[in-house]
């Protein structure tokens, strides 16, 4: 599984000796989950694997991929938690901050989460559009 896949590859890539091995597991792996997704046929855990990938690479591609996992295990909050990063890496802090909140309300000690809608309601944009809300009112 995939699962597995990426535990030999976290215990590969601890190693110097072993690190281009890691490298070759984790590319096979990307291979792999990217050809399910092109059949339509992708596991959870390949999304999350996928989304995991992009995440400091394409911030917008792995939005998709936390999307699309979210949709087949809309509780998991450490996987929306990680949705909620990346929709704020691409500047979409209001849907973060929406993200985040849900987060809060599955997992309600999450001090990430708390960190992040922390972290994003001090954002100009937000404050701003908070401020028209109320002054519309």
Known sequence: SMQQLRYVEAVLAQSEDFKPYAETARLKMLEAAENA?????????????????????????????????????????????????????TGRFEEAVQQARMCLKLNPGSRQAKRLIGELSI???????RTESVIDK
């Open 123 to 129: 954002r100009p944009e937000l404050i701003k559009k």
């Open 37 to 89: 997704v092109s059949k339509n046929a992708a596991a959870l855990d390949e999304l999350i694997f996928l989304g995991d990938y992009y995440k400091n690479r394409e911030p917008e591609k792995a939005a998709e991929y936390f999307r699309s996992a979210l949709l087949r295990d809309y509780g998991n909050s450490r996987l929306r938690l990680k949705y909620a990063e990346v929709l704020a890496q």
